[in-house]
């Protein structure tokens, strides 16, 4: 089953820091760009970064621009999400998710593999 692994999450006050993980089962990520994601309770899904297979070109969504900070280790087939600057609106649960190319054009609705469960980030004084 081609599956993402995602880890890290915790609670965490506002202005703090959390870096996430997302792994994999069944496949290697090196080939593939990975998109990071999260659902908000009451709202739907959002892509908030992208990074291609190499790790050359990265996007942001404009809520975390200049936040977060997306990074790959393709040596441990792994992809990160360093989270700085947390907001009360950041509380969402994570996922990341593999793009069907190595680049990120696109990435929302080019997804491919299952879903995996996320990783709870909640911010809250």
């Known amino acids: 089953q081609l599956q993402t692994v995602e880890s890290g999450g915790g609670l965490v006050q506002p202005g703090g820091s959390l870096r996430l993980s997302c792994a994999a089962t069944?496949?290697?990520?090196?080939?593939?760009?990975i998109g990071w994601f999260r659902q908000a309770p009451g709202k739907e899904r959002e892509g908030i970064s992208c990074?291609?297979?190499?790790?050359?070109?990265?996007v942001y969504a404009d809520s975390v621009k200049g936040r977060f900070t997306i990074s790959r280790d393709n040596a441990r087939n792994t992809v990160y999400l360093q989270m700085d600057s947390l907001k009360l609106e950041d509380t969402a649960i994570y996922y990341c998710a593999a793009v069907a190319s190595y680049h990120c054009s696109g990435y929302m609705s080019n997804l491919f593999g299952s879903w995996g469960q996320g990783t709870q980030v909640t911010v809250s004084s």
């Open positions: 069944g496949f290697t990520l090196d080939a593939y760009a």
């Open positions: 990074i291609t297979s190499s790790g050359g070109s990265r």
